[in-house]
C-alpha cells in the first residue's frame, strides 16, 4: 500500500476511529464507504491510486471486511484488481505504477451472505491539455505583482480547476486552493507562487488538479461517496 497516498485520504475523522465492526455482522444498508480515486500525472512517479474506507452511518466505528466478503476494481483496462488492506490506518487501497491513462473505475463489494454492491463507478477527470506555461517559463514576480496565464485546449466548462503551487522537489507547503471555472484559461499570480519574496530564481511546481463525483452502488448506506481527482503539473521559475 501507498503510504503516501493513503495518509492523504484520511480524514481526521477516520484516524479517530480506533474500532472495526466485522462486515459478517452488518447488513450492506449498513456500510458507508469513501471510495477514493487519485491520478498524480507526475513525470517522476506517475501513479493511479484508489482508496476504500468503510464506515458506518452514525458511528466512529470503520467496517473490516469478513472472509467471504471481498472488495475489487476493475478498470476500462484492467478486468479485477484487488485491494490490500492496511490495520493501522483502516484503509483498504491499491496503486497502479507508471499508469495514469485509465478513465474509468468500477468498485465491487461482492457479499458471502448479504447484498452485494457491485456498481460503484466514477469517470476519471481527463488531463489538462496544457498549452501554457512550458516547462521552466520564467515569471517575474515583480513585488508580487506579476502573473503567469495558464491555459488548455479541452475546457469542459463543468467544475473548477484547482491550482497549488509549491518548491519543486518538495510537496505543497500550503493549503491555499486557488480555482477558477474549467474554461480554457486561468491567471496565476506571481504572489501565489511562493510564500515569500524571492531573492533568486526559484523553480516552483504548479498542481492543476481536476475533480469528479461519480456514482455508489444503491445497496450501501445513504451518505456514501466517490470521489476523483486528477492532478497534472509544470514546473515554472520565479524570479525577482
Not at 37 to 52: C, H
Not at 86 to 95: D, K, W
Not at 101 to 124: E, H, W
Request: hydrophobic share 40%.
Amino acid at each position: 500500500m501507498n503510504m503516501r497516498h493513503a495518509l492523504a485520504m484520511v480524514s481526521p475523522l477516520t484516524l479517530l476511529a480506533c474500532a472495526t465492526t466485522d462486515s459478517s455482522t452488518l447488513a450492506t444498508t449498513q456500510i458507508q464507504p469513501r471510495f477514493t480515486t487519485k491520478v498524480e500525472a507526475s513525470p517522476n512517479r506517475p501513479t493511479t491510486f484508489v482508496s476504500a474506507i468503510l464506515g458506518q452511518p452514525g458511528t466512529m466505528s470503520n467496517v473490516r471486511l469478513a472472509p467471504g466478503d471481498v472488495l475489487t476494481a476493475k478498470t476500462d483496462k484492467d478486468p479485477q484488481l484487488g485491494f490490500a488492506y492496511n490495520e493501522i490506518l483502516q484503509v483498504y487501497s491499491f496503486t497502479l505504477e507508471n499508469i495514469v491513462d485509465r478513465t474509468q473505475v468500477t468498485i465491487s463489494l461482492t457479499r458471502a451472505n448479504g447484498t452485494s454492491a457491485p456498481l460503484s463507478t466514477i469517470q476519471i477527470p481527463a488531463a489538462l491539455a496544457l498549452k501554457a506555461p512550458t516547462a521552466g517559463r520564467r515569471v517575474e514576480y515583480k513585488g508580487g505583482a506579476g502573473s503567469v496565464e495558464v491555459s488548455w485546449s479541452n475546457p469542459t466548462n463543468a467544475g473548477n480547476v484547482h491550482f497549488f503551487a509549491y518548491p519543486c522537489g518538495g510537496v505543497a507547503g500550503t493549503t491555499t486552493d486557488l480555482q477558477g471555472p474549467d474554461s480554457g484559461t486561468f491567471t496565476l499570480q506571481a504572489r501565489s507562487l511562493a510564500v515569500a519574496a524571492p531573492t533568486k530564481e526559484e523553480c516552483v511546481t504548479v498542481s492543476m488538479q481536476r475533480r469528479a463525483t461519480g456514482t455508489v452502488d444503491p445497496a450501501f448506506a445513504a451518505g456514501s461517496k466517490f470521489e476523483g481527482y486528477r492532478n497534472d503539473f509544470v514546473n515554472v521559475t520565479l524570479v525577482p
